[in-house]
């Protein structure tokens, strides 16, 4: 299964992006899908997630402002973010996810490349 994420760039605060993660090798309906970021000097998080029968969830820091979403035509998973906050300035990633026996969310196989966001004035 490959992953490609793009979409990010360098926003004002207050400004909005969409990132795209493009998935080949299986399909987004039948998968839990899930957005990482990784800031520098920081663990990678689960900011968002979508599971195969459409229910979402969102790390507290952004809930409100971000939208997880998906094209199972296109068998692509969208992330849309609106208010963007100079802490969220980090690399983004797309992945399969899975619910372990503690209900923990963990990531399923490699990571693709990200995609920078770079929340700036």
């Known amino acids: 299964v490959q992953l490609q994420a793009s979409g990010g760039g360098l926003v004002q605060p207050g400004g909005s992006l969409r990132l795209n993660c493009a998935v080949s090798g299986s399909t987004v309906s039948v998968n839990d899908m899930g957005w990482y970021r990784q800031a520098p000097g920081k663990q990678r998080e689960l900011v968002a997630r979508?599971?195969?029968?459409?229910?979402?969830d969102y790390a507290d820091s952004v809930k409100g402002r971000f939208t997880i979403s998906r094209d199972n035509a296109k068998n692509t998973v969208y992330l849309r973010m609106d208010s963007l906050k100079p802490e969220d300035t980090a690399v983004y990633y797309c992945?399969?996810?899975?619910?372990?026996?503690?209900?923990?969310?963990?990531?399923?196989?490699?990571w693709g490349q990200g995609t920078q966001v770079t929340v700036s004035s």
């Open positions: 992945s399969r996810i899975f619910q372990d026996v503690y209900r923990k969310w963990l990531p399923v196989g490699g």
């Open positions: 979508i599971t195969r029968g459409g229910n979402t």
